[in-house]
């Protein structure tokens, strides 16, 4: 299975910051790859699927780019709404997930 | 609206089994592939197996190939996975998600239940 790497594994910000998490594949998985938020107690949620695109109801502050092994996901002013744990996942060949990036409110 | 409920989780001894279930609604079942996700207590999202819409593709995850199953009932709109020779490592909430598409091409989930918790301990 296709390896995933998160960095950084945790964060804080303030309200109105601009967050950036990267995930890197370990081959190149083209363009599948998703990003998911999962808040305590509650199940993921579907971000941005294949590297860019907005899941429909997901507000515009929420982007995300890249090609082939890295990938960047990007909230452009974060809001109290927002702290949760990040996921990035590839569905190039099978599924695997990256271990998660949580998001905390400095 | 789009509605996946689980079911069949508890409590079992290892080398147990247990199977589980999710009710799907809200959407044409047979026209897309499911999966199910796993989630050990505190830890992050572990992919376990997925099936094509119509049921004639399955795959596993490497920690749970030969032990576990997965099945569909499209007439029952319902999601199964048969869990065999449970591990102490198989602890965790279990998610049914659905893809995009009939094809395991598409595994981007875009639903997912609320999950059932699976507990293997003696």
């Known amino acids: 299975d296709i390896q995933m790497t998160q960095s950084p594994s945790s964060l804080s910000a303030s309200v109105g910051d601009r967050v950036t998490i990267t995930c890197q594949a370990r081959q190149d998985v083209s363009n599948h790859l998703n990003w998911y938020q999962q808040k305590p107690g509650r199940a993921p949620k579907l971000l941005i699927y294949d590297v860019s695109n907005l899941q429909t109801g997901v507000p515009s502050r929420f982007s995300g780019s890249g090609s082939g092994t890295d990938f960047t996901f990007t909230i452009s002013s974060l809001q109290p709404e927002d702290i949760a744990t990040y996921y990035c996942q590839q569905y190039d060949d099978l599924v695997s997930f990256g271990p998660g990036t949580k998001v905390h409110l400095k | 609206e789009v509605q996946l409920l689980e079911s069949g989780g508890g409590l079992i001894q290892p080398g147990g089994s247990l199977r589980l279930s999710c009710a799907a609604s809200g959407f044409t079942f047979g026209s897309f592939a499911m999966s199910w996700v796993r989630q050990a207590p505190g830890q992050g999202l572990e992919w376990v197996s997925a099936?094509?819409?119509?049921?004639?593709?399955?795959f596993y995850a490497a920690s749970v190939k030969g032990r576990f199953s997965i099945s569909r009932d499209n007439s029952q709109n319902t999601l199964y996975l048969q869990m065999n020779s449970l591990r102490a490592g198989d602890t965790a909430t279990y998610y049914c998600?659905?893809?995009?598409?009939?094809?395991?091409?598409?595994?981007?989930?875009?639903?997912w239940g609320q999950g059932t918790l699976v507990t293997v301990s003696s």
């Open positions: 998600a659905k893809g995009t598409c009939t094809s395991t091409a598409c595994l981007n989930f875009d639903q």
């Open positions: 099936i094509s819409g119509s049921g004639g593709h399955t």
